[in-house]
């Protein structure tokens, strides 16, 4: 972990910063799921701005590290990488997945299966431009 924030990533530190418990260093990605949309019938994808407001005010106690746009590659960090952050489901007296690692870097993909953005229509997030994903990895 050279650097605590993603280089060329918007920080936007919302504070509520905890140390992790150690143990191998991770990475976990999911996509925010802001919406149930079917082939038949397909929704707009949640804007950006939106989400990012949301993780910086009332979902601070859900935010994740980064929040990734791959339709644009536009990326917004919360919390430093050696923090914890708490996207995931802590079941009580279960694994703290949220803080299992040395690092537990959370990336959410802006993204719901069947999301239209333009006039497009995207069911699994493998089907978006994925911009910026090498970016992430790196």
């Given at each position: 972990m050279p650097e605590?924030?993603?280089?060329?990533?918007?920080?936007?530190?919302?504070?509520?910063?905890?140390?992790t418990d150690g143990g191998p260093a991770k990475a976990i990605a999911h996509i925010t799921w802001d919406d149930h949309a079917t082939?038949?019938?397909?929704k707009d994808l949640v804007p950006y701005?939106?989400?990012?407001?949301?993780?910086a005010g009332g979902g601070k106690a859900v935010a994740p590290h980064l929040l990734w746009d791959p339709f644009t590659g536009r990326v917004t960090q919360f919390v430093p990488a050696n923090s914890r952050s708490k996207s995931?489901?802590?079941t009580a007296g279960g694994t703290r997945t949220n803080r299992a690692?040395?690092?537990?870097?959370?990336?959410?993909?802006?993204?719901?299966?069947?999301?239209?953005?333009?006039?497009?229509?995207?069911?699994?997030?493998a089907?978006?431009?994925?911009?910026?994903?090498a970016e992430l990895q790196a």
């Amino acid at each position: 972990m050279p650097e605590l924030w993603m280089p060329g990533a918007t920080r936007l530190d919302i504070g509520d910063h905890a140390a992790t418990d150690g143990g191998p260093a991770k990475a976990i990605a999911h996509i925010t799921w802001d919406d149930h949309a079917t082939a038949a019938k397909p929704k707009d994808l949640v804007p950006y701005e939106r989400l990012r407001s949301y993780f910086a005010g009332g979902g601070k106690a859900v935010a994740p590290h980064l929040l990734w746009d791959p339709f644009t590659g536009r990326v917004t960090q919360f919390v430093p990488a050696n923090s914890r952050s708490k996207s995931l489901v802590d079941t009580a007296g279960g694994t703290r997945t949220n803080r299992a690692g040395s690092v537990v870097i959370q990336v959410e993909a802006l993204f719901f299966p069947y999301c239209r953005v333009g006039q497009s229509v995207y069911p699994k997030l493998a089907d978006t431009p994925c911009k910026g994903w090498a970016e992430l990895q790196a």
